[in-house]
């Protein structure tokens, strides 16, 4: 399924209800409006451990943002809140709350997805790095997923598989599952997914628990659009 390529700027803010999932894209690139000064000492030690400043520096606005945005929903101070690792390390709220959220970010490019009471999960890709395509959808996709890329030529072959991917890892993250897990047993479970469009070079997906269409919202902007939107 595509959705509309509405994204808003938002300019108050958020509030979720019972059906509704908001989804943002937000820019890192935004060094000029650093939000490290949130993380927890255990977070600021994790970020330390990245070997390459752009790759610490992405980190800490995602997480960072996240806390933001989670404290917006919440009403709450965003260096209070816990998260603790799911089984395949999905971070999650502790104590336990009625928000569920998920990330993904991709070079300067970061995607935060939020509803209530059901799972999400989001995931986005840039193809700008060179891989067999065909090869890759066979070992994770399986043969079905291979044969619907292989028909196609490039630049199509790639943006495919990309596409399916992202959905592919999206439905995982919902369910709560990790990479190459079998879903076979949970396939029983349905997953509401959807195609995020973001343009010629990238391709993101999200995928709610549950078959009912939610309300989606989708909103973006810089790392200072978003704090001033949340307080």
């Known amino acids: 399924m595509e959705t509309p390529a509405v994204w808003t700027r938002p300019s108050s803010r958020p509030q979720l209800a019972d059906g509704v999932v908001d989804v943002w894209r937000v820019d890192l690139a935004d060094s000029a409006d650093p939000v490290a000064d949130l993380?927890?000492?255990?977070?600021?030690?994790?970020?330390?451990?990245?070997?390459?400043?752009?790759?610490?520096?992405?980190?800490?606005?995602?997480?960072?943002?996240?806390?933001?945005?989670?404290?917006?929903?919440?009403?709450?101070?965003?260096?209070?809140?816990?998260?603790?690792?799911?089984?395949?390390?999905?971070p999650e709220l502790e104590p336990p709350s009625p928000l569920h959220f998920?990330?993904?970010?991709?070079?300067?490019?970061?995607?935060?997805?939020?509803?209530?009471?059901?799972?999400?999960?989001?995931?986005?890709?840039?193809?700008?790095?060179?891989v067999d395509a065909v090869a890759l959808a066979r070992q994770v996709l399986g043969e079905e997923g291979a044969r619907r890329v292989e028909q196609l030529?490039?630049?199509?072959?790639?943006?495919?598989?990309?596409?399916l991917w992202t959905r592919y890892e999206a439905e995982l993250k919902c369910r709560g599952l990790g990479i190459g897990a079998d879903r076979s047993s949970r396939d029983d479970e349905p997953v509401w997914i959807a195609d995020l469009d973001l343009g010629p070079d990238a391709a993101a997906a999200l995928a709610v628990e549950g078959a009912a269409t939610p309300n989606l919202r989708l909103w973006h902007g810089d790392v200072r659009a978003v704090r001033l939107a949340a307080e």
Do not use: M
Not at 57 to 77: K, P, T
Not at 117 to 122: K, L, Q, S
């Open 102 to 130: 998920n990330i993904s970010h991709s070079g300067e490019l970061a995607l935060f997805a939020f509803t209530l009471d059901r799972a999400v999960g989001i995931d986005i890709e840039f193809g700008d790095r060179p």
């Open 39 to 90: 993380l927890t000492p255990d977070e600021q030690e994790r970020a330390a451990r990245f070997r390459e400043d752009v790759h610490r520096r992405r980190w800490e606005q995602a997480r960072g943002l996240l806390r933001i945005l989670a404290g917006a929903y919440l009403g709450a101070d965003p260096q209070t809140l816990r998260f603790a690792p799911g089984p395949h390390g999905k």
């Open 153 to 163: 030529g490039p630049p199509d072959r790639q943006r495919e598989f990309l596409r």
